[in-house]
Structures are given as C-alpha cells and as structure tokens.
C-alpha cells in the first residue's frame, strides 16, 4: 500500500514539482492549499493574492492527477504571527514573520490537518534536508541540514523546528538546485512553470511596511538624529574585549551627541541597517539607522555603510528564547562550542563562539557583524546541520 504524503501547495513553483517529485517516487500525494491573509488592501500593486495562488494551485493539482485540500487558517495566522508582528515593531524590535509562519503555520496548524487526512509524512517545497542520527544519549533524532542549492537554501527560516514537526517530515526539493526545479516545471508544462518567486511577509507578500503597520501602530512625528563616527567612539568606547555583556549591548546615544537633520512619522517604523525610506539628501554617502529610540520617539542614523555604529562584536539571547533543534545538543551552563552562525537569511555564515551562561546564552563573532537587530533571529549551524536558534535580545 502506498504510504500517503500531504504536501503544502501554495501556487509556486518549488512546492509543485516537489508534488510532482513525490508523485513519481511512489507516494499517494495530497495537496493541502492554506488560506492564511485575506487582506489585499495593505499589499503593493502587482503582488499575487491569495485567490490567485489558489487558482494555480488548483490547475497544479489537476495536472498531477492529486487531490486538493483547501483550509483557512487565517484566524491562526493573525494571532500567531501577524499579531506577533505588531507587539514588536511596538517595541522596537524587528521580527521575522517567516521563522514564526513556519513553526506556527506551516509546520503546526498543517500537520494538523495532514493528520486528519490520514498523512504517513507532510512535505513542502522548502530548500532543505533531514535525515536521522542517533544522539550522545542513545536517542534516534532528526537532523536539519541545509539545502544542496547556496543560493537558496531555506533551514533559515524552519530554526524553530521541534523534534515533533520534522519526524514525519519530506523535503522534496532539497537535494536539487533551483535552475532544476524552474526546468522541471518548463518540461510538464506546469501552470506555476514561470511564476515569480514569492516576496516580502509569509502569506502576505510585498507592502509598504510603514503602510501594513499603521493598522494598529499609530504614526507619529520625530526627530532624526545623525551619530558622525567620532562622537559615536567617544559616547560608545570600552577598554575590555572579553566582556560579553558589554560586547552584546546595543550602543547608547542622545540627541545631544548628534544633531537633528530631519524628521521620520514613527520611530517604531525603522529598523537597524535600514536604507531606504528616510528621504534625507545631501550626503556623500548613503544613510543607514543606527538605532530606535521608542520612547523618545528618535531615529539615529549614521553616514556610510562603514560607520563603527553599525557593527557589534557579539549579541544576547535570553535563557526562554533559546532554541535547539536537538535537545541532546544543547549547551549546559558554563560550556561554549564554535560554530557558523547567520544573523538573518542569506546571510553567510560566520565563524562564532557560542557561549551558554546562567542568564542565558552569548555568540561572540570572530569579526564585527553589521545591523545585529533585536527581534530577528540567530542560528549557529555545525558543518551543514541547523543546530539551534534565538531571539536576539537587542
């Protein structure tokens, strides 16, 4: 008897021939299509909705001959991440919608529902790899590892992961290299052959984020204040490279330390390393933010993507936010380990310590990191294996 696969299908390419790659290994494949945002007003022109992605997905299924299960998880969708989102940005922190959407939607509220169809295994389209090792306590566990393909491996985004989500779990497309997949989906003549890849917020796509936010998160009016590199090492100095929590601090400032040059509509808007959107002319060199100030409601912002305050030596993650795909590889107190480790998707990865103390856990990089943002999320990986993750702490 042919052991049944639930694979997510979203309309795009990737999850269409990793349904057709399943089909052609033996598997009975379902499709299972998730309505998670209905809300087209606060996307960009152009984008994809939901309707849209569910009408390919539909013509996929009916190509490859499988069944087609349609859910609306949305109510989920908006507790789970999207208000996630809001109590962040409130906060001055920067999340990652994405990471959320998988260990909350993705591989939670949809192994659910595969459950209820009678699912052996649920699959995606994601640009990874599993497979099972036995532990240093004698336990079988499954192992993240990271997708064949450089330019698009995805284990990023699921370093939320449990043991419980990815025991059953299939990535079709993760041993092959995305011109593979485009030439797979040209030579069935799939319906999703030419679609572009999806951008911007999982399940939402591409917005004008001051726009998305201004839903819940009111605008308003503050100062812009630049930080020129010699006051930013006069008011940041210190003399021990061994300090961790000082290594892992965010930088301190104050308008008196700069000088106001312009005007934002909303510090909670902003993001460490942003570029784009501060309409500020006049200057030799590109803008960056250099940090949020919520409660003054102030924006500091730096010349050059060289300015020092861009660039940290280590970063902090609260003892509740760290995260271990593998309990048997988890730090106890007082233990540190080297590892590759990337502070956001795409990045390359960077030589670290990873350092467990009793407050919680410190990565100090070899070499400074640029735009270290509170919110988002480190992995540390061990050769190709996703190891662990946190919330940066700030």
């Not at 190509?63 to 609306?72: A, E, N």
């Not at 109510?75 to 208000?83: A, F, G, L, Q, T």
């Not at 490279?241 to 000088?259: C, H």
Request: proline share 4%; charged share 25%.
């Amino acid at each position: 008897m042919k052991k049944k696969v639930v694979i997510g299908l979203s309309g795009g390419v990737d999850s269409a021939v990793g349904a057709y790659l399943l089909k052609q290994q033996g598997y009975d494949v379902h499709a299972l299509f998730m309505i998670n945002w209905k809300n087209s007003s606060v996307t960009l022109s152009g984008d994809c909705t939901w309707e849209e992605d569910q009408m390919v997905a539909r013509m996929v299924a009916k190509q490859l001959d499988i069944p087609l299960h349609v859910v609306d998880s949305s109510e989920r969708y908006m507790s789970h991440v999207v208000d996630y989102m809001f109590d962040e940005y409130s906060k001055g922190r920067t999340p990652n919608p994405d990471v959320l959407c998988n260990r909350e939607i993705k591989f939670e509220m949809f192994n659910r529902y595969a459950q209820e169809l009678g699912a052996d295994y649920v699959a995606t389209g994601h640009y990874c790899r599993r497979d099972e090792v036995v532990g240093k306590d004698g336990k079988t566990y499954s192992r993240l590892l990271a997708g064949n393909d450089p330019n698009k491996d995805q284990s990023y985004f699921l370093c939320q992961m449990s043991q419980n989500q990815l025991k059953n779990v299939l990535f079709p497309v993760g041993d092959i290299i995305k011109p593979e997949v485009r030439r797979i989906a040209a030579e069935i003549n799939l319906a999703c052959a030419k679609r572009k890849d999806s951008q911007g917020i999982c399940f939402v796509g591409k917005v004008d984020l001051p726009v998305f936010l201004q839903q819940k998160l009111k605008a308003k009016d503050g100062d812009i204040v630049e930080m020129t590199p010699d006051a930013f090492v006069y008011r940041n100095r210190h003399d021990d490279p061994d300090d961790l929590k000082a290594l892992s601090q965010p930088y301190k400032y104050t308008p008196d330390d700069g000088f106001i040059i312009g005007t934002h509509i909303g510090a909670q808007y902003y993001t460490i390393g942003q570029r784009k959107g501060l309409n500020i002319g006049g200057h030799e060199k590109p803008l960056y933010v250099l940090a949020t100030d919520i409660d003054q409601n102030i924006i500091y912002i730096g010349m050059g993507d060289d300015h020092p305050g861009l660039f940290r030596k280590a970063l902090f993650i609260r003892e509740d936010e760290i995260h271990y795909i593998r309990p048997d590889q988890a730090l106890n107190i007082g233990e540190e380990k080297r590892y590759k480790v990337r502070i956001r998707y795409r990045q390359p990865l960077q030589d670290a310590i990873v350092i467990r103390k009793e407050e919680g856990l410190y990565i100090k990089f070899d070499i400074p990191q640029k735009s270290i943002t509170p919110g988002q999320f480190a992995a540390w990986y061990q050769d190709d294996e996703l190891v662990g993750s946190g919330v940066i702490a700030y």
